[in-house]
């Protein structure tokens, strides 16, 4: 399978029909057809089942459909990087980032780096620490800000900031209007919202203090857990920094009586040759970070 039989694949994927990919590829359709036979000859299995003119893509094919996004994705990164490796001050940074950090880090970041490389442009993805990290350890990103402990022999990082993780909850409820932090008991007679890839480190705080935490909800992404909070419908635990960005909405946040942090870093492949322009990057952030890497900010 090259690369174009990717394309067309992808092509006829997205239509469930030949004629339209064929139509939009430029290609005849009996060609088109003996191609897509000759793939799943190739590979052994039906892509697509035949309903008179319609197609109906199988779990293989939507198995393949993903890979083949992701190999292109691939292979457009690569030649971008050979372009830009000649030159520092240009090409286009490949960034992965959790919704809650990268909204308040990235711009900031960007905006000074742009001062002093303008002509660089960026690719930004968002998504959840795991699915960041895996979609980095993949190649398909330069650098990544993550929260959560990483793979150290995989993968370099700079620690950005220590953040506690706090309640929030809609400002009429009964618990907003209490003095102090919040109890786990407390917490345990709610409702909770949690971030999906961290339930079950939420649940071990709770069997620590010798209760049981009723997740309700596990979500992705953050703007979930604000709508539910803010509704009433349940009581999110998010990191301190969350609502940096929702200041408009009906929450606020209380402290944990007994404090849970986590922390916060930017990641880039280990031993992998990046652009230099993704290398300027990260030695822009250790700058913004003052030396020291400690994340005051």
């Not at 971030?195 to 705080?205: C, D, N």
Request: hydrophobic share 40%.
């Amino acid at each position: 399978m090259d690369i174009r039989d990717m394309e067309i694949f992808l092509k006829i994927a997205e239509y469930e029909n030949v004629s339209r990919a064929a139509a939009e590829l430029h290609i005849a359709q009996p060609h088109l057809t003996h191609r897509l036979k000759l793939l799943e000859q190739d590979l052994g299995t039906e892509l697509f089942t035949r309903e008179k003119k319609r197609l109906h893509i199988t779990e293989e094919g939507r198995y393949l459909q993903q890979q083949c996004r992701q190999m292109l994705q691939l292979k457009t990164k690569t030649e971008e990087q050979i372009r830009q490796m000649q030159d520092g001050y240009r090409g286009r940074i490949f960034i992965g980032a959790i919704e809650t950090a990268g909204t308040i880090y990235l711009p900031r970041w960007i905006t000074g780096f742009r001062r002093k490389y303008p002509s660089v442009s960026y690719s930004l993805w968002t998504a959840n620490s795991p699915d960041v990290v895996e979609r980095m350890d993949r190649g398909l990103l330069d650098v990544a800000l993550i929260r959560s402990i990483y793979d150290r022999d995989k993968f370099d990082g700079i620690h950005i900031r220590k953040e506690a993780w706090v309640v929030v909850l809609s400002s009429d409820h009964p618990l907003a209007s209490k003095e102090g932090a919040i109890t786990f008991r407390e917490l345990a007679e709610e409702p909770l919202v949690v971030p999906t890839s961290r339930a079950e480190e939420v649940r071990s705080w709770f069997e620590a203090e010798g209760c049981r935490a009723n997740i309700m909800c596990e979500f992705s992404p953050l703007m979930n857990a604000i709508v539910l909070a803010e509704r009433n419908l349940g009581v999110a635990i998010l990191p301190d920094r969350s609502l940096a960005y929702f200041s408009d909405r009906s929450v606020i946040q209380k402290p944990l009586e007994k404090e849970r942090f986590t922390d916060l870093y930017l990641i880039w492949k280990k031993d992998a040759t990046i652009s230099r322009a993704a290398q300027h990057f990260i030695d822009y952030v250790r700058e913004d970070l003052g030396g020291d890497e400690t994340g005051s900010v």
